[in-house]
């Protein structure tokens, strides 16, 4: 069973973290929006207190649904960050909630992130794990300013075995190329109403799995970087608000 903290009442909001982070991070959304909704932040499986089982993001897909049948949780919308985002995608596609927030994710395109994660690929699955993965976060955050950075940089806590789990297609030759199908079926699957908040324009092959989503609203936060919730949540708690208020 996944750990989870949850407060407030209403309509359902469950939250999910990026990776190498925890249900915490969520806190200040909970503060600002249990007073109208039902909050549920998650530790996905092999973060916080959740067991390591099931570390891949089909797997986290699938326990996410059964903690909201254990819960009893119905009509609930998924808000997702970064892999959290990647994990919302599945669930909505496999379970159709009743809306999805995708905050930042990254990778649509697979290919595009083997990319990313490239330079640091032979040093993570070595015994340089801990600091090719920080040097990795630390290009993400290159654009916080940098006394916001030390703080986002202090909470990370990579497991070796859980980064590596939820990165296995990422690191293993061919595979990105070989789900990438399947994964722009998985987008072309969900019919709820979504939400898509980017830092940055999409690349062009971004644009073309997010055009699998004739349906959803895609927002370009200019200024904003890939933290941008954690960085005003004040912000992002009104427009997770309003989204909530404008579904039917």
């Given amino acids: 069973m996944l750990t989870y903290s949850e407060s407030g009442h209403g309509p359902s909001i469950v939250f999910l973290h990026g990776l190498a982070s925890d249900r915490h991070k969520w806190d200040p959304f909970l503060e ?29 897909a699938v326990a996410i649904d059964a903690l909201v049948k254990d819960l009893g949780l119905e009509n609930q919308s998924v808000v997702g960050h970064s892999l959290g985002a990647t994990v919302a995608l599945l669930y909505s596609a496999m ?47 290159a ?27 990422l690191l293993t030759p061919g595979a990105a190329e070989a789900t990438q199908p399947s994964f722009s079926e998985a987008m072309a699957a969900i019919e709820l109403p979504t939400l898509i908040l980017l830092a940055t324009e999409p690349s062009a092959n971004d644009q073309q799995v997010l055009d699998q989503l004739p349906q959803a609203t895609v927002e370009i936060h200019e200024g904003a970087t890939h933290f ?9 708690a009104e427009r997770i608000r309003q989204w909530m208020h404008s579904l039917p």
């Avoid at 909630?97 to 990254?106: G, T, Y």
């Avoid at 703080?151 to 297609?169: C, F, H, M």
């Fill in 95 to 141: 379970y159709q909630p009743r809306s999805a927030v995708m905050i930042d994710p990254v990778g649509l395109y697979l290919p595009d992130m083997v990319t990313m994660v490239e330079p640091f690929a032979q040093r993570l699955v070595g015994k340089d794990f801990e600091t090719a993965f920080l040097e990795f976060e630390a290009m993400l955050m």
């Fill in 228 to 236: 941008m919730h954690l960085l005003d949540p004040d912000r992002y």
């Fill in 32 to 60: 600002r929006l249990s007073a109208e909704f039902h909050c549920v932040a998650v530790d996905l499986p092999g973060h916080g207190d959740s067991p390591e089982e099931g570390s891949n993001g089909l797997e986290a």
């Fill in 143 to 169: 654009p916080v300013p940098e006394a916001q950075r030390v703080g986002l940089q202090a909470d990370i806590k990579p497991n070796r075995n859980v980064v590596l789990s939820y990165w296995e297609t």
